[in-house]
């Protein structure tokens, strides 16, 4: 599997580091799979099943995300120029980054847009916080629109995530080592939000896991969730590549809005998920990992069998994948004859 980005990576340990083991590897490259096979066209489901979830379901939600961003362009949130921006409503969701470019380390900034107006500075982008009473804008920050882009932000979140704010800053850089990590390009990686990858799963369980601290050689380690750029349903104002659910959410209550910004992937984490979200189709191509000493191992089972028994043909893994399937480890993966809605 010389082609995965985390082949060389290292992981923290005791204090120290140690090499990232082959089967997190593995883990990382079939997520990569999975991706491709959304990249492809494919209606498809991966399950998979372990003796324990811990960290797999993070892993392969990281593979999907690193072959997704570096692949699929149509799915980065649309950026507009100042004379498009004249018309976009006030009180949109956008976020304004620096035109020069990530390597700067200056700030990006994620607020509610009043207006694309020009005054004695020039052109601007205007941003603030929360409306005021009788819906008056908040307290308004200024942002040359020869400086820095604007990016409408499609992810649902509301006007009221933006109380007693007035806008979210975060900064804006490609962090040391994460080229070592990362297969795509890093000024993109980083400079723009995309919904790439859902994972669904006990949240504080997923985004607890996500902070593993791994690194390049010679380089400081970076956490998963930095690399993944993993945001909680209910954490606005950050630049995502990924986003967790709660397993515990309804799934109807998503279902549209992922279908509309066409994730590649969905990860299901663990045997009550895939139980419970197997039949909302959040994306063409879902990977379920099901733990075999889970109480509702033989009810996910059920749920993933009788997806198969719709299925027209099994879909043989890649030799890469195959030959070093992890011990422990069962997988198996089937084209739906359904077509994703």
Known sequence: MSGSSLRDAYVSAGGG????????????????????LSENGANAVVAMSVPAREYAAVL??????????????EHVEPELGFEQARTLQAGTCVRVAPVAGPEDGRRAYTGLFQGAVENRYGKVYELSGR?????????????????????????????????????????????????????????????QCSLDCVLVGVATTVLAEAQEIIAAPGFAGLSLRELMRLRGVQAPGTHYRSVVL??????????????????????????????RWMAAGLTKVTVAVVERTSPSAMAAA????????????????????????????????????????
């Not at 140690?18 to 590897?25: G, H, I, K, M, S």
């Not at 006007?159 to 800053?169: E, I, K, L, Q, T």
């Not at 709660?246 to 045997?271: F, H, I, N, W």
């Not at 749920?303 to 043989?316: H, Q």
């Open 17 to 36: 580091w140690q090499r990232l083991p082959e089967w997190a590897v593995w883990f990382a490259e079939a997520g990569r799979w999975a991706a491709e």
């Open 60 to 73: 392969l939600a990281f593979g999907s995300v690193d072959r997704a961003s570096s692949t699929a362009p």
């Open 131 to 191: 409306p005021g009473p009788g819906g008056r804008p908040g307290m308004v920050s200024w942002f040359p629109a020869d400086r820095y882009r604007l990016q409408v932000l499609s992810w649902p979140d509301l006007p009221d995530d933006y109380a007693d704010r007035n806008r979210f800053s975060e900064v804006f850089e490609v962090p040391s080592g994460a080229g070592d990590l990362l297969t795509g390009r890093l000024d993109d990686f980083y400079g």
């Open 246 to 275: 709660s397993s515990r959410s309804d799934p109807q209550e998503y279902r549209d809005v992922l279908r509309s910004r066409k994730p590649a992937v969905t990860v299901l984490d663990g045997a009550a998920t895939v139980r």
């Open 302 to 341: 059920e749920v993933l069998y009788a997806n198969r028994a719709r299925s027209p043909k099994d879909l043989n893994l890649p030799a890469r994948l195959a030959h070093a399937l992890p011990a422990g480890v069962e997988a198996l993966a089937w084209q739906n004859r359904e077509r994703a809605r």
